[in-house]
Every structure is written in structure tokens, then in C-alpha cells.
């Protein structure tokens, strides 16, 4: 009697199974390419921002921007300007870079993708040290004035803060 039992519920087991649930891998080849793309891009866009703060370089992290902010925030060049003085120093040193991402796939293809990398333990030569976390849209066909960074928030070792856009501009959705 056990031994039916078990046969009978083992089999139930495999049909539900295989009859319930199909295996769909969430990308092909060709969506690997992709990610790993705009995984890439998002890798050197942190090393811009880094590279940015540290040479002071106002003008190319304003163009790291998206067209929406741009257009619509009037505080962009004040908030980049006290960016430049609250990072002091050279860097030495940073530890991973952190993020998250969010898309969306419709036809086999990208109409968004979202990432907001977090840079931790960024140290400089001034005996400072900071965290750098940002948001950016890399792929938005429905939007593409949100194309860029919209955010980016700069914490110190004490825990002062110096943020440049405005995140809820770019995408009222959220708020």
C-alpha cells in the first residue's frame, strides 16, 4: 500500500511538472550582448564621474546629463560647481561599484534600461573619503530625453551630502 502510495505521488509530482511549467531563459544570445554592453557603458560612466569630480572637469559631467534636466533645472551648473568643491583630492583608492538595474524587453528588444551604481569606499590623497550613487537611464525608447544621468548624490565620511539634478524631474512616475 505505502509503495503505491509513493508510485502514485511520484508521478503526480512529474506530471505536474511538466505540464504546468515551461523553462524560458530570460535572454538569448543576443540580449547577452546587450546587457553586456550597457553593463560596460555603465562601468565606464562611473570611471567618468570619477574622473570628473577629481579633474574638475564641470563641463563633461554636465553632458553625462539627460536632455530632460537639462532643459528643465535651472540649479544644474550650481549644483556641479559645489560638487567640484565638496570632492577634495586625488583618488587613491575605491572599492566595488554596487548597482542595481531595471528593464524593460518588448518584441526581443531594450525599450529601457535603468542602472544606479553605488561607488563605496572612494578614498583620496585630501584623507577623504566618499560614496557616489547615481541614476541612469541607458536605454529608454519611450523617453529618450531621460537618455543619461538624472542624479547623482556624493556622501562624505561624515555623512554630509552634496547632490547634483533632480531625480523625481526626470521621472515624476516615482514619486
Given at each position: 500500500?505505502?509503495?503505491?502510495?509513493?508510485?502514485?505521488?511520484?508521478?503526480?509530482?512529474?506530471?505536474?511538472?511538466?505540464?504546468?511549467?515551461?523553462?524560458?531563459?530570460?535572454?538569448?544570445?543576443?540580449?547577452?550582448?546587450?546587457?553586456?554592453?550597457?553593463?560596460?557603458?555603465?562601468?565606464?560612466?562611473?570611471?567618468?564621474?570619477?574622473?570628473?569630480?577629481?579633474?574638475?572637469?564641470?563641463?563633461?559631467?554636465?553632458?553625462?546629463?539627460?536632455?530632460?534636466?537639462?532643459?528643465?533645472?535651472?540649479?544644474?551648473?550650481?549644483?556641479?560647481?559645489?560638487?567640484?568643491?565638496?570632492?577634495?583630492?586625488?583618488?587613491t583608492s575605491y572599492g566595488n561599484v554596487l548597482y542595481g538595474d531595471s528593464d524593460s524587453i518588448r518584441n526581443g528588444e531594450y525599450v529601457l534600461f535603468t542602472v544606479s551604481p553605488h561607488i563605496k569606499e572612494l578614498k583620496t590623497d585630501a584623507?577623504?573619503?566618499?560614496?557616489?550613487?547615481?541614476?541612469?537611464?541607458l536605454i529608454n525608447v519611450e523617453n529618450p530625453d531621460r537618455i543619461g544621468v538624472s542624479y547623482i548624490k556624493i556622501t562624505d565620511e561624515t555623512d554630509n551630502i552634496c547632490e547634483i539634478g533632480d531625480f523625481y524631474l526626470v521621472n515624476p512616475e516615482y514619486k
Open positions: 500500500m505505502a509503495k503505491k502510495l509513493f508510485v502514485i505521488m511520484f508521478l503526480s509530482i512529474i506530471v505536474l511538472n511538466l505540464s504546468s511549467c515551461v523553462f524560458i531563459p530570460l535572454f538569448d544570445n543576443s540580449d547577452e550582448e546587450n546587457v553586456f554592453t550597457v553593463k560596460t557603458q555603465m562601468k565606464n560612466d562611473c570611471k567618468e564621474i570619477i574622473r570628473c569630480l577629481e579633474e574638475k572637469d564641470s563641463d563633461t559631467l554636465k553632458n553625462m546629463f539627460c536632455e530632460k534636466l537639462l532643459n528643465n533645472y535651472e540649479n544644474i551648473d550650481e549644483d556641479i560647481e559645489q560638487a567640484m568643491v565638496f570632492f577634495q583630492g586625488n583618488i584623507d577623504k573619503e566618499y560614496r557616489i550613487k547615481y541614476y541612469q537611464d
